[in-house]
């Protein structure tokens, strides 16, 4: 288990008799802003064309694709991925594994770019972000990127209220699809600072990361970030929230966690120093902290790659 890649709810599969095709069968949800599509496919097949209008967000729910995308090389889809495709872009997919016991389901939420368009105004209106020409939108370049909890939270939310028959669905709808493109363009921003070339120092986050990043072995508080980003205490971690859809202390542990296991990649080296680089005095705590966040010990990880 990986808590930086949540599988979502499973929605049941279509009943044999009720399929139309093997290959992408598909289950149309519409409302007024966006249009859910549920894809099930049965049997293995290549280079499956599919295009939509709008914008779509799309989310593996089961089984495993190979995607095709722009001009870029293919690359597996899993469930608690995520996949941003422009309007009019086609994509062509794979099922190298798909069968009636291993079948896959995938979600494909096409979204009005009418509604896009007044969400991202009116985010950039009311919360317009620190830094040179910095805005709320959505990057294209950046299409691919794990599940957090609260992403998934949002999409299966979405999911719930367009598959429900209440006559406020519209509405309870349109405030998930707001919160849904904050999610989307936190979750990039994280996706995008994990390439340290992406550094912008006009902007307080990416300057605060790095601080971060070059002092993984340090305690970091939250007064000292706040010092570096000239921002009183109290505003720092609603902006760095606001942004990143975590709080600073929770992008601390994400990181000491994510330089842990680079550090783990070597059999040789033991737990305790392991704790100590990272920060943490006491190697028991960091154990706890790091079974916590991954599901397993940094040892049974060690191992596990080593053998690997």
Known sequence: ??????????????HEKSLKTLVENRSIYSLNNCELNIFETFQKSV????KFSDLVVTSMLRGKKIMHLFNDPEFEYLPGETVLIPSNVEMKIDFPEASFKNPTQCLALAIDQFKIKETLDFLNERYPKEGDNQFWKLEFDNYFFYNNLELATTINKLIKECMSTSITKDALAD?????????????QTVKALENPTFIDRSNPIHFVVEYIRLNIQETINLKDLSAKACMSTTSFYRYFKRELGMSPIEF????????AKKLLNNPKINISEVSYATGFED????????????GITPKQYQLMNFNG
């Open 1 to 14: 288990m990986n808590s930086s890649k949540i599988a979502l709810s499973t929605p049941a599969l279509t």
């Open 47 to 50: 280079l499956v064309p599919l």
């Open 175 to 187: 405030l998930t699809l707001q919160e849904l493109l904050v999610r989307i363009i936190q979750s």
């Open 252 to 259: 601390i542990l994400n990181e000491k966690i994510k330089y």
């Open 283 to 294: 190697a028991n705590y960091f154990i706890r902290l790091f079974k916590k966040h991954e």
